[in-house]
């Protein structure tokens, strides 16, 4: 039983609670109802698609009060005072056994009845509104949607201000909210900022004190200059927009490829190669919706529709194509069209109907995987790549966005949503040529195809001569049990004969069938096609049958081998024989067959591969181009959202894949839009655009807060920016950071994915790494990876596991053991107090990026001193007994493997993981 002082005070905490349930659950009807709280939320969520700024079915508009009460093509839909005499209930409650009329099947979920009462109950009340309740705008004049004008640059006072144009905008935030910027960051920290921001590894002590020592006036911009020129930027932003454009190498359960596909890694490769050449963000985006009709012949523009590859779902079409609307529209118009595939768009001028004409643009498109050189086996090697397979593939509106429900008495046009753009949706289907639809006719596939055949006859003429010497020299004797007959003798040589005579039809047979391509697809169709064809048709028909005789005579050997090793009373021998038999019943049945077949007129012959459409639908790349269209809003502004993000560490427009109406808006709208006509005007360049940024004395600035209350106190967010943003390093930053510092990065460039539980031995930067669904680094994992399936902005957790993960995993012990080694040679060989303070300037240099301060330089010397003392000490040491192998053991010397603790110490400073 409670206690009676607890006891009583949980009585009256019961009744009140038993209170405001009763009042809860009292009927609407003898309730005050209030407009803005119990009704504006019913009729915006239930009926504002139809009613709504965007779409006023008859006329009439729920979405305000005012606008309720006047009515529409029907006059009045509300008497106040009497819901009965209201046409609003007629519409909204079921007739009978049938539905409501609103909202109309399909369009959203009938009112329920505490619903319906609220809204009785505030008719029958007066229907009272406030007239000062704000009309909810079209949604067409939001401002993402509206053209982009360059705005002027700000001045001060009538005069330029100080730094690029960047900073006069900043500072122009500044005087409006009465704010001071920090000063410019010290020299150390900023050339470690910008290193890491731009190819994404810290400078080198070499370069730290090159950097320092230099005292021109454009020192710092020179070093931009090299960075954004070092193959390395292209890794650092490649993994950036892998992020955004949703990169995931093969997902699958064991060899089953279930999402994505293999060899995409190339797509990954042209990421980086086209941010290396500074190629356009237009072009790159063209390439990755549409390089099969923009450059259809190319197989390095071919690569980068990974984009579209990465999205294939081996289990549903809808779930690919889904997945494909919903992140192109995310990724580069920073539009949520996913919203609008079961119902009108609940924000943002997009009706269902938009939605799956925006899904035909897509619709025809497949994948496929063409041949590299020198490899014929695609499973091996390719290039996995998007094409048009059927234009004739209809797209209709699935009611409630389900498959099951296609409307298929009104197939849908491909567009894209009229009200994001005010530029025309033009299609212009492509032709291809001969070689860009049937892969077969390229010069190296024809090539391979010869050279494979080659091989195998000169391995099979190779093995019969081999087997032929080998009889010829044997020693004529006395048949024994254990020498093989000379029937079987014959057996094998004809077997090999066999393969000799069947792969020679066949080299004959690829030599023909070049021919009869060439003719074929020839500009001018040669005279001799049919001749050719001909006799391509009855070569390959030879070949086939040759290397049925061929397997005929294995089987007959197989037959020989049985019979010779059978023994009387033995089952398993006889078993044997016959099943051998058996075979070789079914190999005569299969060649007698052929022989027959090869008396009658050839048909045609086998292409190289598979002969695809001739024709492309030009959807893609009218899609393409529509976006990158200077006039449309979105591209652009998208583009540098990115881009600043990540140089600045927070956003223009805080919702960076929405910048629709359930977005936030920007914080520097002018900023903004300034950037994007810059992007456009510089020809959609980044590199040009990273330098404007950094080189910024916004970028320059401190990060660190300073004693200024009032700028606390006015913008404690730093939302204007009167300070530098830190930020702690991405996952793959930290990784090869690491590495780096250390002196172990493998800097090899490319090639296919590395497995991702290699990641510990194998020094390659990380983003060269595999990075699919349940395939990912351990240690990447900790630090917030990239989610695969959708990462428009990167997650950031603090959590035990991470600085477990860098004091414990063998890869940063084995690293810290070996940096310490490093700067121990550097200063003497052999560890010494005289040597120590050496040791430490270098330690902090080569980790941090700048020396101890005083106070930091005392701890380290007692740090060392102690560990010193301890170490020498095995009594009070405690063996591990558990946890994986480091392949670099500690030292001996305990004063040594004092510094390779402190060395451990330094990799895990919060000035190591943070960019500051």
């Not at 010397?861 to 102690?866: D, I, V």
Request: contains cysteine.
């Amino acid at each position: 039983m409670l206690p009676v002082r607890v006891f009583v005070p949980f009585l009256a905490f019961l009744a009140f609670h038993v209170a405001v349930a009763a009042a809860d659950s009292e009927p609407a009807a003898r309730r005050d109802v209030d407009y803005l709280r119990d009704i504006k939320p019913i009729l915006t969520g239930h009926c504002g698609q139809c009613h709504g700024a965007l779409r006023q079915k008859a006329n009439l508009r729920l979405d305000a009060g005012v606008l309720i009460l006047k009515g529409g093509d029907s006059g009045e839909v509300v008497e106040p005072g009497d819901s009965d005499a209201s046409l609003l209930l007629e519409y909204i409650l079921p007739d009978g056994d049938d539905p409501p009329q609103m909202p109309p099947e399909g369009q959203g979920t009938p009112l329920d009845e505490k619903q319906i009462a609220l809204i009785k109950a505030w008719i029958n009340a007066g229907a009272k509104v406030p007239q000062d309740e704000e009309i909810p705008a079209d949604p067409r004049k939001h401002w993402s949607f509206q053209p982009i004008q360059r705005p002027a640059i700000p001045q001060t006072e009538g005069k330029p201000v100080d730094g690029n144009p960047i900073d006069a905008f900043i500072q122009a935030k500044h005087a409006e909210h009465e704010l001071t910027a920090r000063p410019r960051a010290r020299n150390e920290i900023l050339l470690r900022r910008v290193y890491l921001d731009l190819i994404g590894l810290p400078p080198t002590r070499e370069e730290l004190h090159q950097f320092l020592a230099d005292d021109s006036p454009d020192a710092y911009e020179k070093v931009v200059d090299r960075l954004l020129e070092s193959p390395h930027y292209g890794e650092r932003w490649g993994r950036h927009w892998m992020d955004v454009w949703r990169y995931s190498d093969w997902a699958g359960y064991r060899a089953e490829v279930r999402e994505s596909q293999p060899h995409i890694w190339r797509w990954r490769d042209w990421i980086i190669e086209s941010l290396n050449n500074d190629k356009p963000y237009d072009r790159m985006l063209h390439e990755m919706l549409a390089g099969d009709e923009l450059a259809p012949g190319d197989p390095d523009t071919l690569r980068a529709t990974g984009f579209l590859v990465r999205n294939w779902y081996k289990f549903n079409r809808n779930v690919w194509l889904e997945a494909t609307i919903e992140h192109t529209s995310k990724a580069f118009l920073g539009i949520t069209m996913n919203c609008a595939k079961c119902h009108e768009h609940m924000y943002d001028p997009i009706s269902q109907e938009e939605y799956y004409r925006f899904r035909a643009i897509f619709e025809p498109h497949q994948i496929r995987t063409d041949q590299v050189p020198g490899v014929l086996n695609t499973k091996k090697d390719g290039v996995v790549r998007a094409f048009d397979r059927d234009l004739k593939t209809a797209t209709f509106l699935l009611l409630r966005g389900n498959e099951k429900h296609p409307v298929k008495e009104n197939p849908l046009t491909p567009t894209a949503p009229a009200s994001l753009s005010p530029v025309n949706f033009e299609i212009e289907p492509v032709k291809l040529s001969p070689q860009e639809f049937y892969p077969g006719l390229r010069e190296h596939v024809q090539q391979d195809h010869l050279n494979y055949a080659r091989a195998a006859l000169q391995k099979s003429q190779a093995a019969l001569k081999k087997l032929t010497d080998q009889q010829a020299a044997a020693k004529p004797e006395a048949e024994s049990d254990d020498k093989p007959s000379p029937e079987l003798r014959d057996a094998e040589l004809n077997v090999a004969a066999k393969l000799v005579a069947y792969n020679l039809l066949q080299l004959q047979s690829v030599r023909a069938r070049i021919l009869a391509d060439l003719t074929r697809y020839a500009d001018n169709r040669a005279e001799n096609v049919e001749t050719a064809t001909l006799s391509a048709a009855k070569i390959e028909q030879q070949a086939k049958l040759a290397k049925l005789e061929w397997e005929y005579a294995k089987a007959d050997l197989a037959v020989h081998k049985a019979r010779a090793a059978e023994k009387p009373d033995d089952k398993k021998s006889q078993a044997a024989t016959k099943k051998a038999q058996d075979a070789l019943t079914k190999a005569e049945k299969a060649l007698t067959a052929a022989r027959e077949k090869s008396q009658e007129p050839a048909g045609d012959y086998s292409p190289f591969g598979k002969v695809y459409p001739a024709e492309s639908s030009g959807r893609r790349l009218a899609l393409a181009r529509w976006i990158t269209h200077r006039d449309n809003p979105l591209a652009a502004r998208v583009a540098v959202n990115h881009i600043w993000l990540r140089h600045f560490g927070e956003p223009l427009v805080p919702t960076v894949f929405d910048f629709g109406r359930n977005g936030k808006s920007p914080t520097h709208p002018e900023l903004l839009d300034w950037l994007a006509t810059e992007l456009v005007a510089g020809g959609w360049k980044m590199k040009r655009l990273h330098r404007l940024m950094v080189t910024s004395l916004t970028y320059r600035m401190s990060s660190m807060t300073g004693d200024n209350e009032q700028n606390l106190a006015a913008d404690p967010d730093n939302v204007y920016l009167w300070r530098m943003n830190s930020r702690r390093l991405e996952a793959e930053a930290v990784r090869d950071a690491l590495l780096h510092v250390c002196g172990n990065l493998d800097l090899t460039a490319g090639g296919p994915e590395i497995d991702q539980a290699a990641g510990q031995t194998n020094f390659r930067r990380s983003v060269y790494f595999r990075s699919a669904k349940e395939k990912q680094m351990l240690f990447l994992e900790l630090f917030d990876q990239a989610n695969v399936n959708e990462c428009y902005r990167r997650d950031e957790s603090v959590v035990p596991q991470q600085a477990l993960a860098m004091i414990n995993s063998p890869l940063s012990l084995s690293q810290g053991r070996l940096l310490a080694s490093q700067i121990t040679k550097a200063v003497g060989n052999k560890p010494s107090p005289d040597t120590n303070e050496l040791f430490l300037t270098i330690a902090f240099e080569r980790t941090l990026c700048r020396q101890p301060t005083d106070e930091e330089r005392t701890t380290c010397r007692q740090f060392l001193k102690q560990q010193t003392q301890l170490l020498a000490d095995s009594n009070q040491l405690t063996k591990f007994v558990s946890g994986p192998e480091v392949q670099t053991k500690p030292a001996e010397d305990p004063a040594q493997r004092a510094r390779e603790n402190l060395v451990q110490v330094l990799l895990n400073h919060n000035d190591f993981f943070t960019i500051r």
